[in-house]
């Protein structure tokens, strides 16, 4: 058995898992039997680094018939934002055995491109930085005010996001009204505790 005799990979064909952090996680992971002949026993094994906890590492598949497929859900708990990858590794009752990488993009990770440009037109080379849409978590441009994926209206979301940057960033005497640090316990002004 070879690798053009089965299709190993995620349901759905997506090249990656988009997750939020501290949030379960569930995908499928489908194997399909390309050959004519009854693929005996089939175990894909789920492995990854510390920052991605794996709640469902294991699972069989049984037999598959010919010219069918089967999927089995795995689970993932991300304990960590960034960029990660994990291993899924086949195994058949053949002794055939093969990897499935699977980059799994936990919280807004922010990815720098650079636009397409044409010999023809002159563009600006400056980076465009995309984050992750936070109601379907596809990547959109940062500056976008409305998702191209699923249409969310972004505007509410930003402001909401500056406003509690602002509330964080400024600190005030309850006495005096003194603009303090962050870290500041007393008003250098009037001494009141804060």
């Given at each position: 058995?070879s690798?053009?005799?089965?299709?190993?990979?995620?349901?759905?064909?997506?090249?990656?898992?988009?997750?939020s952090?501290?949030?379960r996680?569930?995908?499928?992971?489908?194997?399909?039997n390309?050959?004519?002949?009854?693929?005996p026993?089939?175990?894909?094994?789920?492995t990854?680094?510390p920052?991605?906890k794996?709640?469902?590492k294991?699972?069989?598949y049984g037999g598959?018939?010919?010219r069918?497929?089967r999927?089995r859900?795995f689970?993932?708990?991300?304990?960590e934002?960034g960029?990660f990858?994990?291993?899924?590794?086949l195994?058949?009752?053949?002794?055939?055995n093969?990897?499935l990488?699977?980059?799994v993009?936990v919280g807004?990770?922010?990815t720098?491109?650079?636009?397409?440009?044409?010999?023809?037109?002159?563009?600006?080379?400056t980076?465009?930085?995309?984050?992750?849409?936070p109601f379907?978590g596809?990547?959109?441009?940062q500056?976008?005010?409305?998702?191209p994926?699923c249409?969310?209206?972004?505007?509410?979301?930003?402001?909401e996001?500056e406003e509690?940057q602002e509330e964080?960033?400024?600190?005030?005497?309850?006495?005096?009204?003194?603009e303090?640090p962050?870290?500041?316990?007393f008003?250098?002004?009037?001494?009141q505790?804060?």
């Amino acid at each position: 058995m070879s690798e053009s005799d089965f299709h190993f990979g995620l349901k759905g064909n997506v090249e990656a898992l988009y997750c939020s952090l501290n949030k379960r996680k569930e995908f499928y992971i489908t194997v399909q039997n390309l050959t004519d002949n009854y693929m005996p026993q089939v175990k894909v094994n789920l492995t990854g680094p510390p920052e991605v906890k794996i709640l469902i590492k294991r699972e069989f598949y049984g037999g598959i018939a010919k010219r069918h497929s089967r999927n089995r859900l795995f689970s993932i708990l991300p304990k960590e934002n960034g960029v990660f990858t994990l291993t899924a590794n086949l195994l058949t009752k053949r002794g055939h055995n093969t990897t499935l990488p699977i980059s799994v993009q936990v919280g807004a990770v922010q990815t720098i491109t650079k636009p397409i440009s044409l010999a023809s037109v002159t563009q600006n080379e400056t980076p465009t930085v995309k984050v992750n849409c936070p109601f379907c978590g596809d990547e959109i441009d940062q500056d976008a005010k409305f998702c191209p994926h699923c249409g969310s209206n972004l505007t509410d979301v930003k402001k909401e996001a500056e406003e509690s940057q602002e509330e964080i960033a400024t600190k005030h005497c309850h006495n005096c009204g003194n603009e303090l640090p962050q870290e500041a316990k007393f008003c250098a002004k009037c001494g009141q505790k804060v």
